[in-house]
């Protein structure tokens, strides 16, 4: 079987070097680093849901490729209308337990219908190339980052007018392959994983041409070297505070790639400038269709601790502004969760297979519910009270001078113990109010592209002459 066990996976990071910083420190040993134990449990996870027997006929699918099983969210191509519905049942699943279903599979089928148009204009063989390195990683499980993001300097000018420059660009073509310089940003995970799979973010000009590139190569290639920021996650696991950080997270990086080769058989775009809106382009119906099931997920996670929060203050749902704000938060997970299926149902097969949901609707539905986190947020406090950010730590409770009074004087319902509330108030502190709270609030917010891009995307798809024609039929205006 092809997928691998987070061991044997643990085993592989041990042969790679790649150059890591963080907290002003080089990280020689990412695999043994305690700042990046959460990340790895959270890839970890990944592989153990391959083989839980409850999911597994989901997460476990079988790749025609390399006639084998290959983990769905992270390696399978989504080459139907039941593979995008699955993809959004499951996505669902995880994000209400772990957060994050790390869906790097959507990258993939993105590429593959990108590589697939450019060949079709240039005569070039991208697609072939890259149909290559997809059966390589799912025979090999491989894990791969996403660099997509370029740093992208001062928003009002493009890639080649930035001063210094910036974006990944190439600066040199000869026989081998190609040499990249510039920069990636917001690299989820990639200290942790094996390989860095590079597409541009935005479309460009002629004079974008050498930032028109796309190809993959290994973490601990020669001048690359990672900027890392821990996950928002406790230095040591606790036990009462920080239970989900403790247990899952995200180390993030800024990729520098100075002087970095490539050799040919790895790059999918090399200059056709005209091409790298592609990549955008399929990104806002894949991935943001993923993105719909994903926050969906975080909102039946917030459901579920505020209801239980709501419990150990003796508060439940007979309580009239309890129910209305759990019962508006149900409604919401169900309409992105909605569009998550819609998108699918609605959506084309494109002509290298790749099936290719509905972006209006799944920018629609992403963009509506991202633009309830922070609603979520305030519902959490004003439900759990002040407590969550005025209660003492862990460490006073744990210590025998104080715990007797917090025992006592931070009681709640009969139905729990004063140690279980702590526990539930801490979980609401974690997601509600923590360095977490922020790193939840920008993966909803910008994760998968800004809001705005949403909104420019559903302008540009809503038929709004056709429902103009309607209006001026019932208005009787012929012109
Ligand atoms: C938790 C998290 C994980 C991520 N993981 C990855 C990853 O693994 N790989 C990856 O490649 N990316 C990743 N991203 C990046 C994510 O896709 C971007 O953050 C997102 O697309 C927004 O881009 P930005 O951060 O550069 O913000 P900007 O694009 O700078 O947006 C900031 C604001 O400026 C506005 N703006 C920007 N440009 C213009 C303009 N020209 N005119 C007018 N207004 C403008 C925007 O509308 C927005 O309001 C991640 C992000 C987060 C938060």
């Known amino acids: 079987?092809?997928?691998?066990?987070?061991?044997?996976?643990?085993?592989?990071?041990?042969?790679?070097?790649?150059?890591?910083?963080?907290?002003?420190?080089?990280?020689?040993?990412?695999?043994?680093?305690?700042?990046?134990?959460?990340?790895?449990?959270?890839?970890?996870?990944?592989?153990?849901?391959?083989?839980?027997?409850?999911?597994?006929?989901?997460?476990?699918?079988?790749?025609?490729?390399?006639?084998?099983?290959?983990?769905?969210?992270?390696?399978?191509?989504?080459?139907?209308?039941?593979?995008?519905?699955?993809?959004?049942?499951?996505?669902?699943?995880?994000?209400?337990?772990?957060?994050?279903?790390?869906?790097?599979?959507?990258?993939?089928?993105?590429?593959?219908?990108?590589?697939?148009?450019?060949?079709?204009?240039?005569?070039?063989?991208?697609?072939?190339?890259?149909?290559?390195?997809?059966?390589?990683?799912?025979?090999?499980?491989?894990?791969?980052?996403?660099?997509?993001?370029?740093?992208?300097?001062?928003?009002?000018?493009?890639?080649?007018?930035?001063?210094?420059?910036?974006?990944?660009?190439?600066?040199?073509?000869?026989?081998?392959?190609?040499?990249?310089?510039?920069?990636?940003?917001?690299?989820?995970?990639?200290?942790?994983?094996?390989?860095?799979?590079?597409?541009?973010?935005?479309?460009?000009?002629?004079?974008?041409r050498d930032f028109a590139v796309s190809f993959v190569v290994p973490i601990d290639t020669k001048g690359i070297t990672f900027i890392a920021r821990p996950a928002p996650a406790p230095k040591q696991p606790m036990d009462m505070e920080g239970a989900i950080g403790s247990a899952i997270g995200g180390v993030e990086a800024m990729t520098v790639f100075d002087d970095v080769f490539v050799p040919w058989e790895r790059v999918f775009l090399c200059g056709e400038w005209d091409m790298c809106d592609r990549v955008p382009s399929y990104f806002a119906s894949i991935h943001r269709q993923s993105k719909c099931a994903c926050l969906a997920g975080h909102t039946d996670m917030l459901i579920g601790i505020i209801a239980l929060t709501a419990q150990v203050n003796g508060l439940d749902m007979t309580v009239a502004h309890i129910r209305d704000k759990l019962t508006e938060m149900m409604m919401q997970a169900e309409v992105a969760y909605g569009c998550a299926l819609g998108a699918a149902e609605a959506g084309y097969q494109h002509p290298s297979g790749v099936w290719v949901p509905d972006a209006l609707i799944a920018n629609s539905g992403l963009n509506y519910i991202r633009s309830q986190a922070g609603h979520h947020l305030a519902a959490l406090h004003d439900i759990a009270g002040g407590i969550i950010v005025t209660m003492p730590t862990e460490l006073d409770y744990k210590n025998p001078a104080t715990k007797e009074y917090m025992d006592t004087y931070l009681h709640g319902s009969n139905d729990f113990t004063t140690e279980e509330r702590l526990r539930v108030l801490s979980l609401a502190q974690e997601v509600g109010a923590s360095r977490f709270t922020g790193y939840l609030l920008g993966w909803a917010v910008n994760a998968a592209g800004s809001p705005q891009t949403n909104e420019i995307l559903v302008r540009a798809a809503y038929d709004l002459d056709k429902r103009i024609e309607i209006a001026k039929d019932w208005a009787r205006i012929t012109k």
Not at 113 to 132: G, I, L, M, P, V
Not at 147 to 168: E, F
């Open 1 to 208: 079987m092809a997928i691998k066990t987070r061991d044997e996976c643990l085993e592989r990071l041990k042969e790679a070097k790649p150059n890591v910083f963080m907290l002003g420190k080089k990280v020689d040993r990412v695999w043994d680093d305690p700042l990046f134990r959460s990340t790895l449990n959270l890839l970890g996870a990944t592989r153990d849901f391959a083989f839980d027997s409850e999911y597994k006929h989901l997460s476990a699918v079988h790749s025609p490729l390399v006639d084998e099983p290959v983990r769905r969210l992270n390696l399978h191509l989504q080459t139907s209308k039941e593979d995008a519905i699955i993809k959004a049942k499951l996505t669902r699943e995880v994000t209400s337990r772990r957060i994050c279903a790390w869906c790097g599979s959507n990258v993939m089928s993105v590429l593959w219908a990108a590589t697939y148009d450019t060949d079709q204009k240039y005569k070039t063989s991208y697609h072939e190339r890259f149909a290559e390195y997809v059966k390589y990683i799912q025979k090999n499980d491989v894990d791969c980052c996403w660099g997509m993001m370029d740093p992208k300097g001062d928003r009002s000018l493009k890639s080649h007018q930035q001063k210094p420059l910036t974006d990944l660009r190439i600066v040199d073509r000869n026989k081998g392959g190609i040499v990249v310089k510039g920069a990636k940003v917001h690299t989820s995970f990639g200290p942790a994983t094996q390989e860095i799979l590079v597409v541009p973010c935005r479309s460009m000009t002629e004079e974008g």
